[in-house]
């Protein structure tokens, strides 16, 4: 079983630095080298697949949001949904939903803890 985070990107994209086209770009052909050789792939995943438009049609509505998702997708989630008949997948919701919020659900040990659900994580055991 695998899993991913609804909210997988914060932690791996600097948003201090990624505040227009041009430092989105930048950013992905230094995660993603052979972009910067293939400048038609990068215009796809650029202004196809994550376009510059923020009117919440493609799950974000700023930049930081775009960042996210873009991130989250490609390195996070594209490797969580790979499809295999043996192996099942699941999307963690609960807010704040960042990586790794799953692991104290996933590993809960039937202690009473404040800080998640504990109904919930009684559930995901089975």
């Not at 989630?77 to 919701?93: D, L, S, W």
């Amino acid at each position: 079983m695998t899993s991913h985070c609804t909210d997988e990107g914060p932690f791996f994209v600097p948003n201090t630095l990624l505040t227009n086209e041009s430092s989105y770009q930048t950013f992905l052909t230094s995660l993603i080298p052979p972009l910067a050789e293939d400048p038609a792939s990068l215009n796809y995943l650029t202004q196809v697949l994550y376009p510059p438009i923020f009117d919440g049609s493609h799950d974000y509505t700023t930049q930081t949001e775009r960042n996210n998702l873009t991130i989250a997708h490609a390195v996070i989630v594209c490797n969580a949904r790979i499809p295999h008949p043996t192996i099942y997948t699941y999307e963690f919701a609960v807010p704040p939903a960042l990586h790794g919020g799953d692991l104290a659900y996933t590993l809960y040990d039937f202690d009473p803890s404040p800080e998640i659900n504990t109904t919930l994580a009684e559930i995901l055991q089975g």
